[in-house]
């Protein structure tokens, strides 16, 4: 499975971005997809996932009622919308995908994931 994301930029606090995930290959081996983010100096965490089967979701706290995850099952594409950006969505964005469910049901950990797209940065200025 190969990833490829876009989306990231600059934008002022309380704006929004989408994120865009395609993915190529053997996509239907593909579990679930999930959006990571790494800010400077902090360890990557999940931000949403979605498991494919059943559209399952799930949301990091700092991020529910803001951030929206979705997918495009015609294009193998899953997107982050982002609304009411803060300076502290400042990070490197990654999606990833897994081909297997976890213990941890939809809040699989990074480790889990064998598959990534490349980092988008997206900056929040104040």
């Known amino acids: 499975v190969q990833l490829q994301a876009s989306g990231g930029g600059l934008v002022q606090a309380g704006g929004s971005l989408r994120l865009s995930c395609a993915a190529s290959?053997?996509?239907?081996?593909?579990?679930?997809m999930g959006w990571f983010r790494q800010a400077p100096g902090k360890e990557r965490g999940l931000v949403a996932a979605?498991?494919?089967?059943?559209?399952?979701?799930g949301y990091a706290d700092s991020v529910k009622g803001r951030f929206t995850i979705s997918r495009d099952s015609a294009r193998n594409t899953i997107y982050l919308q982002m609304n009411d950006l803060k300076p502290e969505d400042t990070a490197v964005y990654y999606c990833a995908a897994r081909t297997s469910a976890s213990a941890m049901g939809i809040f699989a950990k990074d480790n889990e994931y064998a598959y990534w797209g490349q980092g988008t940065l997206v900056t929040v200025s104040s």
């Open positions: 290959g053997r996509t239907y081996s593909i579990y679930a």
């Open positions: 979605k498991r494919w089967s059943d559209g399952s979701t």
